[in-house]
């Protein structure tokens, strides 16, 4: 089993509309959640972190954790054409490195 | 503020040659972390340093090395290279202490391709 699975993707969305990206992970201790996004040959940027359940927002985007689930989302609101990008997860367990999943690539579509 | 920087952007080596690529963290940043991301998939935790001393290492072979300098720059070396070490290798920093909080940050990578 993979520490962190993402929707495989691709996902396209028309402009305006709520793209949503899923995200589970396998260590029922981990501690950390990072959204990180990755525009095309670029580094990864991350954009939110949430550590404690329930929803955090931060402009057009919103996390979501629930840990009893082993569930983390991204919900991204009125999508632009330059949210168009690859979404990583990131999960810490109880130690220090980040474990990522494959992403998922968003195109949103004018 | 300075951000993450690394060097060189992009790299050509042949196998059986070794490389060295260089970190330099975010300005107040103490800790430095490797990742290796091959295309299309996620970056992979090779290892982390901090105050000079490896503090977490990932699957990688002994092939993979790394070192921390009193400034907190990094460098990774990679022995005996193979065609499999063709990647986008991204450093991150982040500051010691902030427990669960502790975020790591990335530079804009090292594209190395293995001839």
């Known amino acids: 089993q993979k520490e962190v699975e993402q929707n495989s993707g691709p996902l396209s969305v028309p402009e305006g509309a709520i793209a949503s990206l899923n995200c589970t992970y396998s260590?029922?201790?981990?501690?950390?959640f990072f959204w990180y996004r990755q525009y095309s040959g670029k580094s990864p940027e991350l954009i939110m972190s949430i550590y404690s359940n329930g929803d955090k927002e931060d402009g057009r985007f919103t996390a979501q954790l629930n840990k009893a689930s082993q569930y983390v989302s991204l919900l991204i609101r009125d999508s632009q054409p330059s949210d168009s990008a690859t979404y990583l997860c990131?999960?810490?367990?109880?130690?220090?490195?980040?474990?990522f999943g494959a992403g998922t690539t968003v195109t949103v579509r004018a | 503020d300075a951000g993450v920087t690394q060097s060189p952007t992009h790299l050509i080596k042949t196998r059986g040659q070794q490389v060295t690529l260089r970190c330099s963290p975010k300005?107040?940043?103490?800790?430095v972390s490797w990742y290796q991301q091959a295309l299309g998939q996620g970056p992979q935790f090779i290892f982390q340093?901090?105050?000079?001393?490896?503090?977490q290492r990932g699957n990688f072979p002994d092939r993979f090395s790394g070192h921390q300098f009193p400034n907190y720059s990094s460098e990774l070396n990679v022995n005996a290279l193979l065609l499999g070490d063709s990647a986008l290798y991204l450093c991150?920093?982040?500051?010691?202490?902030?427990?669960?909080?502790?975020?790591?940050?990335f530079g804009p990578g090292t594209r190395l391709l293995v001839l």
């Open positions: 990131a999960v810490r367990q109880n130690d220090y490195k980040l474990s």
């Open positions: 260590d029922r201790g981990s501690q950390s």
């Open positions: 340093y901090y105050e000079e001393e490896e503090r």
């Open positions: 991150a920093s982040s500051l010691i202490g902030g427990g669960a909080k502790e975020t790591q940050y």
């Open positions: 300005s107040g940043h103490d800790t």
